[in-house]
């Protein structure tokens, strides 16, 4: 593989490392919140279409470039808005009904929707190293903190399954459409969030300290976050761009140690490493592999 290639695939793993990062500050606002799932889906996603909106439209010729966008694929900007808004309401309503350890095993399967997802719909076939570390990080985290699904919620659980599926489903349109405007396609995804948690908000709960908590993660960390590691899918295939998924949840462990001093329990650590030794094995494989030119 050439040096180019080669670049071109450390930004993609670059790009989904870091997104994920970002939006697994998502659980610790939610938690500094203190609201219920919709309340908070709704002002985060209420933040992130005026900064979205206002990254698409302050760029060089941004109103022009989202309209093209728009024009060229109108079906792959629908698909994006609601698959978009249906993970992240999903998820955030996941946090606050079930156990954290519940949405760390479910959330560390997103490599697997991703790369089935990319297999039907694209005929992506993963590499044999991404199979291997797909496995890993199922067969580590379920084995792990599997005891703990169905409680305290079933019901949260589903819904952290209906997050994950709907996150695959994104990455397989984004990676089919690679000139997709981003900024323009994301803020629909948020504006459509937000209408449709208008009557599932418990308007008499928001407070300061609601606002602040939903405002950080709509306005600056969220978007942020999506922007980046929906960029990745150009330069990487569906299943690679998933297997950072599971970064999210290691480090909100890290941000709910850090913030609310929960310690994780030894099997939560025990998932943490199989994740980040399973994407150190895809990565450094795939890293090798493109130095020996394969």
Avoid at 79 to 92: D, E, N, P, V
Avoid at 131 to 150: D, K, P, R
Avoid at 190 to 206: E, F, G, N, Q
Avoid at 237 to 243: G, K, M, N, Q, S
């Amino acid at each position: 593989m050439s040096t180019a290639s080669s670049n071109l695939r450390l930004k993609g793993w670059l790009l989904a490392a870091a997104g994920m990062l970002f939006v697994s500050t998502d659980s610790l606002f939610v938690r500094l919140g203190e609201g219920s799932g919709a309340t908070m889906a709704f002002l985060m996603a209420c933040g992130s279409t005026l900064s979205l909106s206002a990254v698409a439209i302050t760029r060089p010729r941004g109103v022009e470039v989202a309209r093209q966008s728009m024009a060229a694929a109108p079906l792959a900007v629908l698909l994006i808005a609601m698959l978009g808004a249906a993970t992240q309401f999903c998820f955030i309503v996941a946090v606050t009904q079930t156990s954290v350890a519940n949405v760390v095993v479910i959330v560390g399967a997103s490599p697997i929707a991703a790369a089935i997802a990319g297999f039907l719909l694209l005929r992506e076939r993963p590499e044999r190293r991404v199979l291997w570390a797909i496995i890993i990080t199922a067969i580590g985290i379920g084995a792990t903190m599997s005891g703990t699904l169905g409680s305290p919620s079933f019901s949260g659980d589903l819904v952290a399954v209906v997050a994950i599926c709907a996150f695959g489903l994104s990455i397989v349109v984004w990676r089919k459409h690679p000139g997709l405007d981003r900024p323009s396609a994301l803020a629909a995804s948020s504006a459509v969030m937000a209408i449709a948690t208008i009557p599932l908000v418990d308007w008499a709960s928001i407070d300061v300290r609601m606002l602040l908590a939903g405002g950080a993660m709509g306005l600056i960390a969220n978007p942020a976050g999506r922007l980046m590691y929906t960029a990745a899918p150009r330069y990487v295939p569906t299943a690679e761009v998933a297997l950072f998924a599971p970064v999210e949840t290691v480090a909100a462990t890290i941000w709910a140690w850090l913030a609310f001093s929960e310690v994780p329990a030894g099997r939560t650590v025990i998932g943490g490493i199989v994740v980040l030794g399973a994407i150190t094995l895809a990565t450094w494989g795939g890293a090798t592999d493109d130095a020996r030119g394969d």
